[in-house]
């Protein structure tokens, strides 16, 4: 029997230095809660120059990743290094020699993580993950083991800090998209390219990664409905307020009726949900998963998405939960996924055009009669309803544009959308009419 659980650390960057110091500073209530010490053998980085923090152990690091990775005394390969090369061939080379292994990278999961999980399956290794959805949230280890027993109905989620502190600066503070994401720049609160995290990218992967684990579904993030928060103005906020919302940018899943069978329906992308919902109080950059079991009822968890320590604490947690097994010989005793690899499916996802939800509609229009009714007209042709309407700005024939801003019925997305490809080919419609989705259960 191991009586150590000797560590490979892929990485030393955010993450990485954070799993060092954890390690240092809980080590006497990790090795009390595993009943072993863990020790780290190897620290693989690019740069060997590059200034450490001091608890990083200089005779621990090198810039050979694939020694560490398959390094004869390493239990346990915990990659933190991100992206897909060379991380893909590194997990997959200890896996292949029988190493756990234990990652916060979400890409690569989303992208490999089918092949890479049934790797682990037949080595009857464990590859566990709790780190890339939402950081410190324990929410892959609920899906798994606490809500077992249960059917999940829906799973609603805040999974990216940075979109979210972006909104949520924007409600509080009327300012615009653009000014928020420089200032979120600035205090490193988003990427220098943030194209992943508020294109909704991000997001798609980790919902991916839940979507798997809630229903036992094979879930490629291409086949999310995707679209980012860079669409929302200061003006959205106000009128959604005005309504009684606020935005969230949200990532859901659910099972629904879709002909004779169930579909999923995966949808990631900013919403109005009600300023008394659950989601609504999820401020600055926390993630939250709302989820709901069909015995459980509505469950709520909320917590820091991201962080060195919030991080670390999933990934070496994620290790301790390795090492148990390790101890006791019960590799793989919970599947990886939730649900053993045979009874994993292939679900259909329902096409986006077949959603049915309320809708907030804004136009910027000509300041002319019957601009409103021909606006009412087509949306009426496609069965899409008016329930409540804001009509600001313009002056009485002039040319500033006025705005128009509508609540709708439910309506379905596809006739939607076309309304909207025909209301924007108008004369007098003067920017691309704005959608938002009503989430109304979030
Ligand atoms: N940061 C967070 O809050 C957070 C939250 C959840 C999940 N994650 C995930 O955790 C992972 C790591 O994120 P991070 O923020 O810690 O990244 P990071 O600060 O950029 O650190 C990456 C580390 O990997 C090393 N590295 C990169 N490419 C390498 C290569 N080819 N060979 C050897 N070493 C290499 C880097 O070496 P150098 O130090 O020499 O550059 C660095 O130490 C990512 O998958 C990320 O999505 C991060």
């Known amino acids: 029997m191991t009586r150590k659980v000797r560590v490979g650390l892929l990485g030393c960057g955010v993450v990485g230095t954070g799993i060092v110091r954890l390690l240092h500073d809980n080590a006497r209530t990790i090795e009390g809660r595993l009943g072993a010490p863990i020790e780290i053998v190897g620290i693989a980085v690019r740069d060997l120059s590059k200034p450490r923090d001091a608890i990083v ?12 990775a398959t390094h004869p005394d390493v239990d346990v390969v915990v990659e933190v290094m991100g992206g897909l090369h ?23 999961l989303a992208e490999e993580g089918d092949a890479l999980l049934e790797t682990a399956e037949q080595k009857k290794v464990d590859l566990y993950f709790e780190a890339a959805v939402a950081g410190g949230i324990p929410i892959i280890r609920v899906l798994r083991e606490g809500l077992a027993s249960d059917r999940i109905v829906a799973l609603r989620g805040i999974v990216n800090g940075t979109s979210n502190y972006v909104l949520s600066r924007m409600q509080h503070e009327g300012l615009d998209f653009a000014d928020v ?71 859901i899943a659910r099972p629904v009726p879709w002909g004779r069978e169930e579909a999923l329906d995966l949808r990631v992308h900013p919403a109005l949900v ?13 993630n939250a998963v709302f989820v709901e079991g069909a015995m459980l009822g509505p469950c709520l968890m909320s917590g820091p998405g991201a962080g060195a320590l919030p991080t670390a604490m999933s990934v070496v947690s994620d290790i301790v939960d390795v090492g148990r097994n390790m101890l006791v010989d019960s590799h793989a005793r919970v599947p990886t996924r939730a649900f053993r690899g045979e009874s994993l499916q292939t679900m259909r996802v329902r096409p986006s055009a077949e959603h049915r939800c309320r809708w907030y509609l804004r136009f910027s229009v000509a300041d002319q009669a019957g601009v409103l009714a021909r606006i009412a007209g087509v949306l009426g042709g496609f069965d899409v309803s008016i329930e409540q309407m804001v009509q600001e700005g313009g002056r009485g024939g002039s040319s500033v544009p006025a705005t128009l801003v509508m609540l709708t019925h439910e309506a ?11 209301i924007a080919r108008l004369a007098y419609c003067h920017e691309a009419p704005r959608a938002l989705r009503v989430e109304e259960d979030a």
């Open 274 to 286: 009600s300023k008394s919902s659950v989601l609504a109080s999820i401020g600055g950059a926390l």
């Open 412 to 422: 379905r997305e596809g006739d939607v959308r076309e309304a909207l490809s025909e």
């Open 86 to 108: 060379p991380a893909g061939e590194l997990v997959k080379a200890a896996l292949d020699l029988g190493k756990h292994v234990v990652t916060a990278n979400k890409a690569l």
């Open 181 to 251: 994401l420089k200032d979120a720049q600035r205090l490193g609160y988003a990427e220098a390219d943030p194209t992943l995290d508020v294109g909704g990218g991000d997001a798609a992967h980790k919902l991916a990664i839940l979507a798997t684990l809630a229903y036992g579904a094979r879930v490629h993030p291409r086949e999310i409905l995707k679209e980012g928060i860079d669409t929302v103005g200061a003006v959205d906020m106000r009128y959604a307020e005005r309504f009684g919302f606020v935005i969230k940018p949200l990532a």
């Open 57 to 68: 152990s200089a005779p621990l690091v090198t810039e050979d990743a694939m020694s560490v």
